[in-house]
């Protein structure tokens, strides 16, 4: 079994920052890439940002310059830091695992964390 838990978000004025986590826990898995996508109502789920076990790294347009992410392999854990945050990046954020587990490599995916951009 493997769990994607996403935290860290919440409520931000304009022009803030917020920070995302999510680890990926369980036993026998090997991580290819992990990444954070965002949803909002009536959209398609989009992707945010990624980074593979490498390190490579790749963003949307509407977010590079502005959001970071990184990865501490040892705790299985990826981050976004969300910087400059504009009232367009409200959305729930969902982490998503690029696994291989049990002879099969598929995604996994957290339950989403809601973040708020509003003064």
């Known amino acids: 079994q493997v769990q994607i838990v996403e935290s860290g978000g919440g409520l931000v004025q304009p022009g803030g920052s917020l920070r995302l986590s999510c680890v990926a826990s369980g036993s026998d898995f090997r991580i290819y890439i992990m990444a954070w996508y965002r949803q909002t109502l009536g959209k398609q789920r989009e992707l945010v940002a990624g980074i593979s076990s490498g390190g490579s790294t790749n963003y949307a347009d509407s977010v590079k310059g502005r959001f970071t992410i990184s990865s501490d392999n040892a705790k299985n854990t990826v981050y976004l830091q969300m910087d400059s945050l504009k009232p367009e990046d409200t959305a729930v954020y969902y982490c998503?695992?690029?696994?291989?587990?049990?002879?099969?490599?598929?995604?996994?995916w957290g339950q989403g964390t809601q973040v708020t951009v509003s003064s």
């Open positions: 998503c695992g690029d696994l291989y587990r049990e002879g099969f490599r598929r995604n996994y």
